[in-house]
Nanobody
Framework: QVQLVESGGGLVQPGGSLRLSCAVS????????MGWYRQAPGKQRELVATITSGGRTNYVDSVKGRFTISRDNAKVTLYLQMNNLKPDDTAVYYC???????????WGQGTQVTVSS
């Protein structure tokens, strides 16, 4: 079975940085778009960034210029470098893998990011 495990979350001051990672284990094949979503208290889950198997990226406007998504296809690991963090970035961040040709979708358990002084 496929499992996605996030790590790297924590407490950081405004303007600080964090690097999230998502490790994939199990049988994982095909062309997957991977991404990061986040959910803050009282809000719906929001797309943050995605990256295709070919390396094409997409970001929500609020994080452009601050966050960078990347992937290591050989290690099947997803990353999110977050710089200049703001209090509004506080949320649980979830890793996602979505098959580009209609296969199964997978989610991680989430990692908490808290930005506060």
């Amino acid at each position: 079975q496929v499992q996605l495990v996030e790590s790297g979350g924590g407490l950081v001051q405004p303007g600080g940085s964090l690097r999230l990672s998502c490790a994939v284990s199990g049988s994982f094949f095909g062309l997957y778009t991977m991404g990061w979503y986040r959910q803050a208290p009282g809000k719906q889950r929001e797309l943050v960034a995605t990256i295709t198997s070919g390396g094409r990226t997409n970001y929500v406007d609020s994080v452009k210029g601050r966050f960078t998504i990347s992937r290591d296809n050989a290690k099947v690991t997803l990353y999110l470098q977050m710089n200049n963090l703001k209090p509004d970035d506080t949320a649980v961040y979830y890793c996602n893998a979505d098959h580009q040709l209609g296969g199964p979708e997978y989610w991680g358990q989430g990692t908490q990011v808290t930005v506060s002084s």
